[in-house]
């Protein structure tokens, strides 16, 4: 009698559960079509809704996706009066505006808390979405230009000739109205390079038309009784043509051959830069993501194809930025 009242109860759970999934997705589903006709200006809530549908639904599916991702690649643009003071970009101030348009990014597509993107059974694959692209207005460019061009124009702003990589800023600055610095909130972890790492990025530089992209690198298939344990060495610093790369403590191991204008050099600027993530907290609150990256700032005419270095369940690998693009 205990044991048949035991399943009865086991049973009863079960039902409720699945109801409760299905309710969920079609709630889900209702929700965002709702937004969708009443938002019509605003793609990134559409976006983060029709991801939170793809996520639900994927559930009840048993990890086979069922919903499109709605995502529209919008654009960041950056001015020459919102970020220049006395004939110098302030880079903190366009730190910032880089920085929330990463937040504002990270939290469309779900805060690393939902996998929309691939079937469960899908094996070691690279999803990438484009959240924004990076412009400049017309007084910036030709600030920017006077500064790549012209040697005593780049002696005098130096630095502040050129947009920096906004990821020192990242890594120290608390978000508003929170107590966790950017970095926290995107990578779930604290920044794990040496200064000099730092510095080095410091000096690289934001061109126009550089996407704000999120990376989720799927490492094994989906397991609904065991999550893997990743374990990644570091980030990659992608310059140029070449590949600068850190180990978790910073180490150089790699030394990129790129070609510098006249303006750069006199500026001291790396030219153009970025970490790509390989994080190994992003995904951490997606038990059925199984996957390591995050949101990097990549330059114009980037090649989502690019193998990167990486340290994966202590296998050391190559692995592709993307294999598929979903926007």
Known sequence: MVRKMKRGIAETTLVVLILTMVTAGLLGGFTYNYIKKQQAQNPEEICRLSIFKAAQLKKIS?????????????????????????????????????????????????????DPFSNWDTKETSYCLVCKTIKFDGALQRFI???????????????????????????????PGRQETYWQYLYKSEPRLEQQSFTNLAKSVIEEDSLMLVSMYKTDQKSTLVTAALAVGGFVLVVGGGIL????????????LIKLGAGLVAAGIVAAATFIPLAMNAYADCPECNAVGGIA???????????????????????????????
């Open 62 to 114: 048993g990890g086979q996706q069922l919903s499109p991702i709605d995502c529209e690649r919008t654009e960041l643009v950056l001015t020459k009066d919102d970020i220049t003071e006395d004939d110098k970009i302030n880079q903190e101030k366009a730190s910032k505006i880089l920085a929330e348009g990463m937040r504002r990014c990270w939290h469309m597509v779900g805060e690393g808390k939902m």
């Open 145 to 175: 230009e006077e500064s790549s061009t012209n040697k005593e124009t780049a002696q005098k702003r130096g630095p502040g000739g050129f947009i920096q990589s906004p990821m020192n800023y990242v890594a120290q600055t608390t978000m």
């Open 245 to 256: 790369t850190y180990t978790g403590v910073g180490a150089v191991i790699g030394v990129p």
């Open 297 to 327: 700032i990549v330059p114009p005419g980037f090649d989502f194809n690019k193998k990167i270095p990486a340290k994966i369940q202590g296998k050391q690998m190559e692995i592709p930025i993307c294999t598929t693009l979903v926007n």
